[in-house]
């Protein structure tokens, strides 16, 4: 199983990006995603979450109206397209799975996730 992080980079406030998250091994449309973040002398945080079997998503305060996770059930990939970025976004991101339904009290227990990517870095500033 492998989950393949792709599309981070140097961004000026206001700009955005699209991470996208390959999948090998395992099929996303009937997993729990999400992606998490961890800027610099902070804890990993969860993002963005798509719970299966419905695509019910949840999204930290922080990034509500601008961000906005997604799967292709076609090409095994999720996404994050993250719109308006500001400095405080920057952090390695990551993508996860987690292997059947996840309840929503649980969906930012980062122990439960089966799978992770390896991380794709993203720098907003100018």
């Known amino acids: 199983v492998q989950l393949q992080a792709s599309g981070g980079g140097l961004v000026q406030p206001g700009g955005s990006l699209r991470l996208a998250c390959a999948a090998s091994?395992?099929?996303?449309?009937?997993?729990?995603i999400a992606w998490f973040r961890q800027a610099p002398g902070k804890e990993r945080e969860g993002v963005a979450c798509?719970?299966?079997?419905?695509?019910?998503?949840h999204y930290v305060d922080s990034v509500k109206g601008r961000f906005t996770i997604s799967r292709d059930k076609m090409v095994n990939t999720m996404y994050l397209q993250m719109n308006n970025l500001k400095p405080e976004d920057t952090a390695v991101y990551y993508c996860?799975?987690?292997?059947?339904?996840?309840?929503?009290?649980?969906?930012?227990?980062?122990?439960?996730?089966?799978?992770w990517g390896q991380g794709t870095q993203v720098t907003v500033s100018s």
């Open positions: 091994g395992v099929q996303l449309n009937s997993a729990t």
């Open positions: 996860a799975a987690y292997a059947g339904r996840l309840i929503a009290s649980s969906k930012w227990r980062q122990d439960l996730y089966h799978y």
């Open positions: 798509s719970r299966s079997p419905y695509d019910i998503t």
